[in-house]
């Protein structure tokens, strides 16, 4: 089962940007779609993006289209969410998961302990 450590979270600005990284522990990681899921307290966890979709492409949340990017690299095992443009709404934790578009697939992977992105003026 994989298991992941989030890095990159921060304090900044609206407007500014962060890049979120994702380290993958096992050697199943080729074979599988890695995403980033977010949460606030008191919501449910929500899927931003995901390295695969059923249409064959990355997904992204509707929310953050046009302002996030995801990329991985395989040779380090590394996932990787470029947010650009941030907005207040972007404040939560963000956790890196197995995914399938949307949805994570906790069976083939354990959450991470997140990191805390916070946007404020």
């Known amino acids: 089962q994989l298991q992941f450590a989030e890095s990159g979270g921060g304090q900044v600005q609206p407007g500014g940007s962060l890049t979120l990284s994702c380290a993958a522990s096992s050697s199943t990681f080729d074979h599988v779609a890695i995403g980033w899921f977010r949460q606030v307290p008191g919501k449910e966890r929500e899927g931003v993006s995901c390295t695969l979709n059923s249409d064959g492409n990355p997904y992204y949340a509707d929310s953050v289209k046009g302002r996030f990017t995801i990329s991985r690299d395989s040779a380090k095992k590394m996932v990787y969410l470029q947010m650009n443009n941030l907005k207040l709404e972007d404040t939560a934790v963000y956790y890196c998961?197995?995914?399938?578009?949307?949805?994570?697939?906790?069976?083939?992977?354990?959450w991470g302990q997140g990191t805390q992105v916070t946007v404020s003026p």
């Open positions: 998961a197995v995914c399938w578009g949307p949805t994570p697939l906790p069976d083939y992977g354990s």
